[in-house]
């Protein structure tokens, strides 16, 4: 059974940062993309970067390009999320996801696992 289980959100002030982590577990993701998307509260899910589990390869949203970092550990099976200049505008319940991505319209599509979810509310 698969698993994606998040950690590391909380209460920021604006400007300040967190590390998110994603700790995967349940099968091989060697043929997949790990990313991590973010919803608030009235809002549609939106996606917010992703990394190809054996290459590395990242994609952000232009929102958060220049501030937050993806990463992944493959021994720890784990992907983080490092958030930087973090802004009111990015509190948001943060979720991390898993699948045979492939991209449309510079939306991945295709994710097939998702985490529960941790909140990151920026305080201004």
């Known amino acids: 059974q698969v698993q994606l289980v998040e950690s590391g959100g909380g209460l920021v002030q604006a400007g300040g940062s967190l590390r998110l982590s994603c700790a995967a577990s349940?099968?091989?993701?060697?043929?997949?993309?790990m990313g991590w998307f973010r919803q608030s509260p009235g809002q549609e899910r939106e996606f917010v970067a992703t990394?190809?589990?054996?290459?590395?390869?990242?994609y952000y949203a232009d929102s958060v390009k220049g501030r937050f970092t993806i990463s992944r550990d493959r021994a720890k099976n784990t992907v983080y999320l490092q958030m930087n200049t973090l802004k009111p505008s990015d509190t948001a319940v943060y979720y991390c996801?898993?699948?045979?991505?492939?991209?449309?319209?510079?939306?991945?599509?295709?994710?097939?696992?998702w985490g529960k979810g941790t909140l990151v509310t920026v305080s201004s």
């Open positions: 996801a898993a699948g045979p991505t492939y991209y449309a319209g510079g939306y991945p599509y295709g994710m097939t696992y």
């Open positions: 349940g099968r091989t993701f060697s043929s997949y993309v």
């Open positions: 990394i190809t589990w054996t290459s590395g390869s990242t």
